[in-house]
T-cell receptor, first 113, second 109 residues
């Protein structure tokens, strides 16, 4: 199983809403990532969890709150977002501390109204 | 810091070879990757090369790495319409991934 799954596929939320994005992998990977991708741009790294601990936070606003309940799951909690946060949010995973072969999920297309 | 560059667009005729280029500034990366992204989809890992290799071939894909010139390329032989997508090169520095801006490949019939 080389699949990373993400739910929901699409999400529309207002600026006062609270929502969560979910990511799951069953490849035994111990590192998981959140990326943000704007249209016609490359993905930008937001967070890295390594062995269920947050190891990298790329100066992301606090309205984005990551959570790693266990080694297979990664959540991104959203609160009080702005329209400019509309983007494709990608989850990825890789073996332990070696970042080669990051496997990406299909992404969640988020629209903030 | 790391800087990765790619040309933004490439058009080829079906059946021809495509060559997508990538240049970078920081050569401390251990692995160098090529990802493919189709419209509305996530990124698909196509292939990668270890930094001490010069070439890697995988079916229709050939990766060339010129460490002296800090240049990475992806050649797609016998390009098909299904190869139309955006291709990103990426370099790994520890757990950080740095992506190039992506090259949009258009395959003309």
């Amino acid at each position: 199983d080389t699949e990373v799954t993400q739910t929901p596929k699409h999400l529309v939320m207002g600026m006062t809403n609270k929502k969560s994005l979910k990511c799951e992998q069953h490849m035994g990977h111990r590192a998981m990532y959140w990326y943000k991708q704007k249209a016609k741009k490359p993905p930008e790294l937001m967070f890295v969890y390594s062995y269920e601990k947050l190891s990298i936070n790329e100066s992301v606003p606090s309205r984005f709150s990551p959570e790693c309940p266990n080694s297979s799951l990664l959540n991104l909690h959203l609160h009080a977002l702005q329209p400019e946060d509309s983007a494709l949010y990608l989850c990825a995973s890789s073996h332990g501390d070696l970042s080669y072969e990051q496997y990406f999920g299909p992404g969640t297309r988020l629209t903030v109204t | 810091g790391e800087d990765v560059e790619q040309s933004l667009f490439l058009s080829v005729r079906e059946g021809d070879s495509s060559v997508i280029n990538c240049t970078y500034t920081d050569s401390s990366s251990t692995y160098l990757y090529w990802y493919k992204q189709e419209p509305g989809a996530g990124l698909q890992l196509l292939t990668y090369i270890f930094s001490n290799m010069d070439m890697k071939q995988d079916q229709r894909l050939t990766v060339l790495l010129n460490k002296k010139d800090k240049h990475l390329s992806l050649r797609i032989a016998d390009t098909q319409t299904g190869d139309s997508a955006i291709y990103f090169c990426a370099l790994s520095y520890g757990q950080n991934f740095v992506f190039g801006p992506g090259t949009r490949l258009s395959v003309l019939p």
